[in-house]
């Protein structure tokens, strides 16, 4: 088996389910992963579904995110387009959210992978086409051009009090009106 050092903020290109075989096991505290946006129409169906994927490793969904892309929902008339997209945020028992080497297989066009250089986080990134990680990887080397985009996108999702302070403090309480 390999050592983590060969893998770590790297995109590889490969089949997910090979590449994480080579992987030493226990070494990843968090993986991110959605369905592949390419379904590959013209060769019939998903590169590999996601569930049937998850089935196969050791990995334990912490959260499904579902994620509202906003398009348009029968864009050639046809048939309907999927206008979520379903995030999975998985874990290896309880996750430690103090230490993250975040993997990402389907790897997509880096984004998850900018952000974490930008933030000084590890990441592992997997995906079976070449032309994605191509695209991941020049990203990465041109990572500060969005530095600017990625803090504004923090700002807008920073938490200053947890629900148990907002409860504690009155500012989250049900009030039930009798009558109209």
Same mark, same amino acid.
């Given at each position: 088996? #390999?050592?983590?050092?060969? !893998? $770590?903020?790297?995109?590889?290109?490969?089949?997910?389910?090979?590449?994480? %075989?080579?992987?030493?096991?226990? @070494?990843?505290?968090? *993986?991110?992963?959605?369905?592949?946006?390419?379904?590959?129409?013209?060769? *019939?169906?998903?590169?590999?579904?996601?569930?049937?994927?998850?089935?196969?490793? #050791?990995?334990?969904? +912490?959260?499904?995110? &579902?994620?509202?892309?906003?398009?348009?929902?029968? &864009?050639? *008339?046809?048939?309907?387009?999927?206008?979520?997209?379903?995030?999975? +945020?998985?874990?290896?028992?309880?996750? #430690? $959210?103090?230490?993250?080497?975040?993997?990402?297989?389907?790897?997509?066009?880096?984004?998850? !992978?900018? @952000?974490?250089? $930008?933030?000084? %986080?590890?990441?592992?990134?997997?995906?079976? @086409?070449?032309?994605?990680?191509?695209?991941?990887?020049?990203?990465?080397?041109?990572?500060? %051009?969005? #530095?600017?985009?990625?803090?504004?996108?923090?700002?807008?999702?920073?938490?200053?009090?947890? !629900?148990?302070?907002?409860?504690?403090?009155?500012? +989250?309480?049900?009030?039930? %009106?009798?009558?109209?």
């Amino acid at each position: 088996m #390999k050592d983590i050092k060969e !893998f $770590l903020n790297k995109v590889i290109c490969g089949d997910v389910l090979k590449v994480l %075989k080579e992987i030493p096991a226990d @070494s990843i505290d968090l *993986g991110i992963t959605s369905p592949p946006y390419n379904k590959k129409e013209k060769h *019939g169906g998903w590169l590999v579904p996601t569930m049937e994927w998850l089935t196969k490793t #050791k990995w334990n969904i +912490w959260q499904e995110i &579902i994620w509202n892309r906003k398009i348009a929902g029968n &864009i050639r *008339g046809w048939r309907f387009w999927q206008v979520e997209e379903r995030i999975y +945020w998985l874990v290896k028992g309880k996750p #430690k $959210l103090t230490s993250i080497w975040e993997m990402r297989p389907f790897c997509g066009t880096g984004t998850t !992978f900018v @952000s974490a250089k $930008l933030l000084g %986080k590890h990441y592992i990134g997997i995906d079976i @086409s070449p032309d994605y990680t191509a695209y991941a990887e020049k990203r990465l080397m041109e990572a500060e %051009k969005e #530095k600017y985009r990625v803090l504004k996108e923090i700002s807008l999702h920073t938490t200053e009090l947890t !629900f148990e302070e907002r409860k504690k403090r009155g500012m +989250w309480s049900i009030k039930i %009106k009798h009558g109209r």
